[in-house]
């Protein structure tokens, strides 16, 4: 797999100056995103492709290659495999499809004579029907717009339109990757010897992962028990439904299992499962962001009366705890808010502090320092009526307030902000700005940002789950 990941040389099969080839896109992604080592184009009718030097065929590129990126047809690929033998090929990627997923006994039959000539020539492939390798160390990708720098997330994705996906919209909330792999019907490398690698990986601290199917049941269990029990293990299964059973079967030939025995062996496991990619990125937003969780006690900050009091619903229909003030905390409160100390309590209201207002950040200061409390969320005022200027301003403060919780590490600390889903236009507006600005602001500062309650609480249930679980 260091092949795949870190390749010295990379050949393109089916290179192409047309965009509406793949041989087109993956060339460009070596190029766009700064692969270092050698590039060889191959295309029979062209001397050059994209301003690099192409070759008539893999057995004219000179000397080996490590690892080849197939976009070309599944007839094809039998004499091509005799290539990679000769240049001591160790992977080749199979963007090829419509083999077994198509159900048709002469594609069935195709896969089989790859499978078995690889297996005998000694080459590993990955897929067929799959988007591939996304190593952004190395300079690798499957797609457009997934960031250049790394992280300390790897992927095991059947999927790579979802895998595309969840690095696309993971990256705006911080997230960063340190390799990925798409493995579609997974030939000869499947899920299991890829979840055995990134369990090993250094750089890899969490793995999130798409299953439809799985190739050996036995081989799986025991590689993603041995891998959670070094890291956490996100996981989604997809085709839980009639619906989505039937769906698997035409996308990547796999047979999608009963899922409450899924379910079960996830649980037994120490998986955590989630339901969507939403669900996931908000795990991956908490691991990134948050230390071990093993308490379910919250306190909830900011807001207006009605705000926190879905807020305190919302937190113990998800399994959480939200707890009166102790007597001692509001010895504190009555010196720091004397005209409304016996008012309070958790959540805070923000809406009733007049102009005690300025004194937020003390209260705040008792809520960090608490051992009443496991972790704390805090509900920025995006529902203040106050004029514009005003709420800029305290929405500002608030955001301020939070990075320095963050910052002190003094208890773990989450924020919600609504997203509110403003169109392009009304970024104008000087609330839907602000209120972007300091998503921006948290997401830079590494706090857990979500944008609802709702999404809050059910994410810190499963996280926490997961520590009390891993103590």
Known sequence: MDYAFYPGQVAVIGASEQPVSFGYHYLRHLIDYGFKG??????????????????????????DVDFVICC???????PLLDDCAAKNVKVMHLFTARLSETGRPQA???????QEKATRLGISLIGPNCMGVYSPEAGLSFAYGLPSEPGNVGVVFQSGGAATLLIQTAALRGIRFSKAVSYGNGLLIDESDIIDYLADDPKTEIIAAYFEGIKDGKKFINSVRRAAQKKPVIAIKGGRSKAGTRAVSSHTAAIAGSNSV????????????????????????LFKGLPPVRGRRMGIIGGGGGKGVLAADLAEEAGLSVPPLSPEMRVQLKAILPAIWDWLSNPIDFSIWGDDAARAGEVHRLFWESRDFDCL???????????????????QMEVDSVIEMSRRQTKPVVAVLSAARPGFDDLENIRWRTIMEQRSRLTASKVPTFCSVTEAVQALAKFIGYWEKNK
């Open 38 to 63: 050698e590039i060889y184009p191959v295309n029979p009718h062209k001397e050059s492709v994209l301003g690099i030097k192409a070759y008539p065929s893999l057995a004219d590129v000179p000397g």
């Open 72 to 78: 070309v047809s599944a007839d094809m690929i039998p």
């Open 108 to 114: 069935v039959e195709m896969e089989r004579q790859i």
């Open 262 to 285: 899924w379910k079960t062996v996830f649980n037994q496991l120490g998986v955590i499962q989630v339901r969507d990619l939403e669900e996931m990125i908000d795990q991956l937003v």
């Open 377 to 395: 969320i805090m509900q920025v005022s995006d529902d203040n009526p106050m004029g514009e200027d005003w709420w800029v301003i305290v929405v």
